[in-house]
């Protein structure tokens, strides 16, 4: 149990939300300045997969870099656990918000992108201190 808490008796399952949030923060951010971007220019609308995917990718990574860079040991599960959250409260927005949402190979695809980056991520992370 005491891999669970931190010594300053802090939660972890505390630590991996607040890595969540920081990644969809940043996510939401990055998505704003893109689609004012997209708006005001001549950019290509074929542009938006690809650039979503870079944002997901920056979102999870800076989540799991700034958690990992807390704790001690196991970034690597820190940061995959973080990718997961991330990518499942995005994928239950994405089914609020978006009434032809399917499952097709591109979701599982983003979904092992986002759990591969939260550990990349947690790796950095725990190597940056």
């Known amino acids: 149990m005491s891999y669970f808490k931190k010594q300053d008796g802090s939660s972890y399952i505390l630590n991996i939300i607040k890595g969540t949030l920081i990644g969809l923060l940043l996510t939401f951010l990055l998505i704003i300045i893109f689609t004012i971007i997209l708006a005001y220019t001549k950019l290509s609308e074929g542009l938006i997969p690809f650039i979503n995917s870079i944002i997901m990718i920056l979102g999870i990574s800076s989540g799991a870099i700034l ?8 970034g690597w599960v820190n940061g995959g656990l973080i990718g997961i959250c991330y990518f499942l409260i995005i ?4 089914q609020i918000l978006i009434k032809d949402f399917s ?3 591109y979701f599982f695809i983003k979904g092992s992108i986002a759990l591969v980056t939260g550990c990349i991520g947690g790796m950095i992370g725990i190597n940056i201190k």
Do not use: A, E, N, P
């Open 103 to 105: 499952l097709g190979k």
């Open 67 to 74: 958690t990992s860079k807390k704790l001690d040991k196991r």
């Open 91 to 94: 994928f239950v927005i994405s």
